[in-house]
C-alpha cells in the first residue's frame, strides 16, 4: 500500500495481560521501525528490520518485548503481560532504506493498560 | 541524555507571517536531519530534510537551515497558514545508508493566528 497501516488503533488491556500490535509497511519499502511515544511529546525508538530481519533493537526492553516482520504478514510488537508504564501510542514507520532517509509513519495504535 | 533539544515548546505566529523553529543537538555523528509535522491523532508526517553536507534546503514555503559548527538548525515556514498549526519534531540519524533509527526533539507547538 502506499501507507503504513497500523491495527488497532486503540488498545486496552489490564495489567499483566498481553498486547499485540500490528504494522503493514509501504509496499517496496526494506525498513521497518518500531517507535513508542510516551509523555510530554518524546519518541523513543524500540527495534528495526531489514525485510525479516532484525536489524537494531538496541531500543527494545530485555523483558517482556518482542517484535517480528515475517514474509507476506504484517510485523508485529508485542508485549507480554503489560505493566501500567507501558501506556503508550506505539508508531510504526517504513523507509526504502539505500540512502533514501525518510522514515514514513502510522497512524499509531494507543495502549492504555489498566 | 536529550541529543536533539527543542528548546521552545510552543510558538505563536500571525498568519501570512514567518515561522521559525530552532533545533539543537549535541551528537556530532548526526549526519541527517528532518522534520515532522503531527496533527493529533496522527503520526508525523515526513516535511523536509538535510544532509549535513548542505546548509539550506527549501520545498515551496518551507525552508530548513543547518549550521554544524553550531550544532543549530532551524525550520523557516513562509508565508504561515492556519493549516500549519500542528506540532513540529525535529529528528537526525545517524550513518549514510538510509536505515538508521531516528532521534527526536520533544516538539515545538505552533499556533498560527489568523
Known amino acids: 500500500g502506499e501507507e503504513v497501516a497500523q491495527t488497532p488503533k486503540h488498545l486496552v488491556r489490564g495489567e499483566g495481560q498481553k498486547a499485540k500490535l500490528y504494522c503493514a509497511p509501504i509496499?517496496?519499502?526494506?525498513?521497518v521501525f518500531w517507535y513508542q511515544q510516551v509523555l510530554k511529546n518524546e519518541f523513543k525508538f524500540l527495534i528495526s528490520f531489514q525485510n525479516e530481519n532484525v536489524f537494531d533493537e538496541t531500543g527494545m526492553p530485555k523483558e517482556r518485548f518482542s517484535a517480528k516482520c515475517l514474509p507476506n504478514s504484517p510485523c508485529s510488537l508485542e508485549i507480554q503481560a503489560t505493566k501500567l508504564e507501558d501506556s503508550a501510542v506505539y508508531f510504526c514507520?517504513?523507509?526504502?532504506?539505500?540512502?533514501?532517509?525518510?522514515?514514513?509513519f502510522g497512524p499509531g495504535t494507543r495502549l492504555t493498560v489498566t | 541524555d536529550q541529543q536533539v533539544k527543542q528548546n521552545s515548546p510552543s510558538l505563536s505566529v500571525q498568519e501570512g507571517r514567518i515561522s521559525i523553529l530552532n533545533c539543537d543537538y549535541t551528537n556530532s555523528m548526526f549526519d541527517y536531519f528532518l522534520w515532522y509535522k503531527k496533527y493529533p491523532a496522527e503520526g508525523p508526517t515526513f516535511l523536509i530534510s538535510i544532509s549535513s553536507i548542505k546548509d539550506k534546503n527549501e520545498d515551496g514555503r518551507f525552508t530548513v537551515f543547518l549550521n554544524k559548527s553550531a550544532k543549530h538548525l532551524s525550520l523557516h515556514i513562509v508565508p504561515s497558514q492556519p493549516g500549519d498549526s500542528a506540532v513540529y519534531f525535529c529528528?537526525?540519524?545517524?550513518?549514510?545508508?538510509?536505515?538508521?533509527?531516528?532521534?527526536f526533539g520533544t516538539g515545538t507547538r505552533l499556533t498560527i493566528i489568523p
Open positions: 514507520a517504513s523507509s526504502f532504506g539505500r540512502s533514501s532517509y525518510e522514515q514514513y
Open positions: 509496499k517496496g519499502h526494506s525498513y
Open positions: 529528528a537526525a540519524s545517524e550513518g549514510n545508508f538510509g536505515n538508521e533509527k531516528l532521534t
